[in-house]
């Protein structure tokens, strides 16, 4: 199945650091959506985004929905140990259909 | 609000027999809810959309009479894998549509299956 792609695919950084990561495709989406999965547990929703160019903040997390719609980013500040954890991305195509597809992931260790 | 449970957490089973795992949305109702599988270190991939009242949407390579999808109620959708294999074992999880923010997913924590 389709994949969207996702960078870095995975990194290590200090506590305190702030980190980047995105999400890109060659299609439009029309929402955006970014998840952090913790080992053996379902995706947790983290930020929602609808119009391009919409900027969210949910506590030290801020995501981005792309002006071209074809991609979206996501930003921790100042990371803890708690952080760690793997972070999707989620696209939809077409509003009505509700369909998701995933990124690829970003694995996120945070060191004390 | 917005939690979605699913049963079981954990199932080991051998190989020809059949496996029952249900997803419920425990706050809301939800219409359409959906099945993923996950394998290591992999993105989830959508295996099938199930509606309430309707035939289960199966996605391209899914095979439908393999991987048997109920939508009886606006609460609870079951997925059975029939004539489980050791190549059927990953991590399932489920997701219900949330009527409160448009298009969005929640999930279950999923359903670690095992198949000797």
């Known amino acids: 199945g389709q994949q969207l792609n996702q960078s870095p695919q995975s990194m290590f950084i200090q506590e305190g650091e702030d980190v980047s990561m995105n999400c890109t495709s060659s299609?439009?989406?029309?929402?955006w959506l970014w998840y952090k999965q913790d080992p053996g547990e379902g995706p947790v929703l983290l930020i929602a985004?609808?119009?391009?160019?919409e900027l969210t903040s949910n506590g030290r997390l801020t995501a981005q929905f792309g002006i071209t719609r074809k991609d979206s980013f996501l930003n921790i500040s100042a990371s803890i140990p708690s952080d760690v954890g793997i972070y999707f991305c989620?696209?939809?195509?077409?509003?009505?259909?509700?369909?998701?597809?995933f990124g690829t992931g970003t694995r996120l260790k945070v060191l004390a | 609000g917005a939690v979605v449970s699913q049963h079981p957490s954990r199932v080991i089973c051998k190989s020809g027999t059949s496996v029952k795992i249900e997803c419920r949305s425990l706050?809301?109702?939800?219409?359409?809810m959906f099945w993923y599988r996950q394998f290591p270190k992999q993105s989830l991939m959508l295996m099938a959309t199930?509606?309430?009242?309707?035939?289960?949407?199966?996605e391209q390579g899914v095979e439908k009479d393999k991987f048997l999808i109920n939508h009886a109620s606006l609460t609870l959708s079951t997925l059975t894998v029939t004539s489980a294999h050791p190549e059927d074992s990953s991590f399932y999880i489920c997701?219900?549509?949330?009527?409160?923010?448009?298009?969005?997913?929640?999930f279950g924590p999923g359903t670690r299956l095992t198949v000797l």
């Open positions: 199930s509606n309430e009242g309707s035939k289960a949407t199966y």
């Open positions: 997701s219900a549509l949330s009527p409160s923010g448009p298009d969005t997913q929640y």
């Open positions: 299609s439009i989406f029309n929402t």
């Open positions: 985004l609808y119009k391009a160019g």
């Open positions: 706050d809301f109702q939800a219409t359409t």
């Open positions: 989620a696209g939809q195509r077409t509003s009505g259909t509700y369909k998701y597809i």
